[in-house]
């Protein structure tokens, strides 16, 4: 029974460790990207995504704070792709 005990808490540290590399290797690659890519690349995955002409900085702002939420964005993520909403409006 301790035996049993042991593998499956080595295989739940080992998952936990692969989820762990696998989430920092995403953050990486979206600390290198635009707001313009991070912008096609979050919000055409579940709908299409309007002209940044469609909505004011005000509604930008309301916009993408709900829809961090939704498509798991980190602060930073939401941020730069505000940023470029409101640049491009």
């Known amino acids: 029974m ?3 005990s042991l593998v ?3 295989l739940a540290v080992s ?3 692969f989820f762990m590399n696998s989430c920092s290797a ?3 690659l979206s600390a290198s990207k635009t707001g ?3 912008w096609g690349e979050n919000c055409i995955r579940c709908h299409n995504a309007p002209s940044p002409e469609t909505f004011s900085d005000t509604e930008w702002d ?3 704070m ?3 939420v939704r498509a798991n964005l980190t602060e930073e ?4 792709i505000v940023e470029f909403l409101k640049t491009a409006n």
């Open 36 to 38: 313009a890519q991070l």
């Open 77 to 80: 993520e939401a941020l730069k």
């Open 62 to 64: 309301v916009a993408v």
């Open 8 to 10: 499956i808490f080595v």
């Open 2 to 4: 301790k035996k049993i």
């Open 26 to 28: 995403t953050s990486e």
């Open 66 to 68: 709900h829809m961090r």
């Open 15 to 17: 998952l936990l460790s």
